[in-house]
């Protein structure tokens, strides 16, 4: 059973929100990440569904939706700023795809630098990107931008969309 009820997550513009387990280690390590919030925003803001026994639930929605965010929330790897979660079982979401990127590189450049870590020659990845980029939803603009602009959702999308492509033509 897992039900939630007015559920949101508010983020700040100049301080990043840490999940949990991050903030016990800061806490036990001494380390403080409070910064001056200058402007926020809502991730996820009102939301409520029950779920019962058995059923699988997908949340699907445009990039930059919150739905990463729901999903650590659902996995207690965030805690929700308002509303009430009650989960009966246990929850898991694959959140971890594309945690090997390089920040500072663009989605298209960490598609051919994950393909040449897997043993492949540029032209293999050649063949293959039009494909990958368009399995994980990004457009030209997004693909050509640096990884630490992506929402976690997309940079998990760009990174199941690689390992997908590499089993299915080699």
């Not at 990043?16 to 990440?33: C, H």
Request: hydrophobic residues 40%; aromatic residues 10%.
């Amino acid at each position: 059973m897992i039900r939630l009820t007015d559920v949101g997550v508010k983020y700040s513009f100049n301080k990043k929100r840490i999940e949990f387990r991050t903030a016990i280690d800061n806490l036990v390590l001494g380390r403080n990440n409070k910064k001056a919030a200058k402007g926020e925003f809502w991730a996820l803001k009102g939301i409520g569904f029950e779920g019962a026994k058995g059923d699988i639930i997908g949340i699907i929605g445009s990039n930059g939706a919150g739905k990463s965010t729901l999903c650590k929330v659902l996995s207690k790897l965030l805690r929700p700023d308002s509303g009430e979660i009650q989960v009966g079982g246990e929850i898991s979401a694959l959140l971890s795809l594309g945690t090997g990127f390089n920040k500072g590189l663009s989605g298209k450049e960490n598609i051919y630098l994950n393909g040449m870590m897997l043993g492949f020659s540029r032209r293999d990845i050649d063949k293959l990107y039009h494909e990958i980029v368009e399995f994980s939803g990004l457009d030209n603009s997004f693909i050509e931008q640096p990884i630490k602009y992506y929402s976690s959702g997309m940079k998990a999308r760009l990174g199941f969309s690689i390992a997908r492509c590499w089993p299915l033509k080699y």
